[in-house]
């Protein structure tokens, strides 16, 4: 591959029986790649916390995942909140979730530290009142 | 130990079987999604209680060898049809968690 692969997926931000499903045809399209298994399952993690975050907290927004030679990058926008305190967001255990979306088993706080631990590289551009961009990569 | 091997145990029942002969290696066990997607590994039993739909996203992409749902808990009709298209082994037993853990243990 010399140019970049391109896929872009509308994530809605109603609909939560279809959550993570970005998530599961970019993890479709990576095997056809034949990328290595963990890879796959390095990005498949770290793109699923990020899209059910836009879902939960953010309303929806809009994936970009491209794949270059050397890294898989996910590009997650919204338009959101926004997230005030990002070091505090990013800590084991923090979260807003309300007591009706904790008991669909989300809200333990553990989304954004896994995007970090399964990501090579992450970057988290967010302006309350605006909305919250969140840049990942994967190496391969 | 594949997830049919499971089923030999009579305290295991197959809710959707697609994918039977894959390979379980471990278990996890666990109802916050989160947990489950960054400490689950691959090829993992799940053994859990939560039974909503978003079960099977955590599954496929944690790519884990099948959920199990313990305390004879079950899912409805159209949860088990999105997951025999997905490729997504369910499992049901009445046993608690402990129990289900131990028993496949056993046969690990
Ligand atoms: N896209 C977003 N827009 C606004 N706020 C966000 C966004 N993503 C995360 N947050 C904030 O950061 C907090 C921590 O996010 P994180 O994903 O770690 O945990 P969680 O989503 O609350 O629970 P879990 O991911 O374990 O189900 C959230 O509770 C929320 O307040
Ligand atoms: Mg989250």
């Known amino acids: ?140 | 130990m594949t997830v049919n091997d499971l089923l030999l145990n009579e305290n295991f029942s197959a809710i959707t079987l697609p994918e039977g002969d894959r390979d379980i290696s471990d278990v996890y066990i666990g109802d916050l999604l989160s947990w489950v997607m960054g400490r689950a590994k691959a090829d993992d039993a799940w053994i859990t209680i939560m039974s909503n739909v978003n079960i099977l996203a955590v599954a496929s992409l944690a790519d884990t060898a099948c959920i199990i749902l313990a305390e004879g808990v079950t899912v409805d009709e159209e949860i088990m049809t999105t997951a025999a298209q997905k490729g997504i082994n369910i499992l049901t037993t009445e046993l608690s968690i402990f129990e289900a853990a131990v028993a496949i243990n056993d046969m690990l």
């Open chain 1, 1 to 140: 591959m010399s140019e970049a692969l391109k896929f872009h997926f509308e994530v809605d931000g109603k609909d939560f029986t279809s959550a993570g499903h970005a998530s599961v045809m970019v993890k479709k399209n990576l095997r056809q790649l034949g990328l290595p298994p963990e890879k796959i399952r390095q990005v498949s993690i770290a793109m699923y916390e990020g899209e059910i975050n836009m879902v939960i907290h953010a309303g929806g927004g809009v994936a970009d995942v491209s794949v270059t030679q050397d890294y898989v990058e996910i590009v997650l926008k919204d338009n959101g909140p926004g997230i005030k305190d990002i070091e505090q967001a990013m800590q084991e255990g923090f979260s807003t979730a309300t007591e009706n979306i904790r008991s669909l088993g989300f809200g333990a706080g553990m989304g954004l530290p896994n995007m970090k631990r399964y990501s090579d590289f992450m970057e988290i551009d967010s302006t309350v009142g605006v909305g919250t961009t969140i840049t990942m990569r994967v190496n391969i």
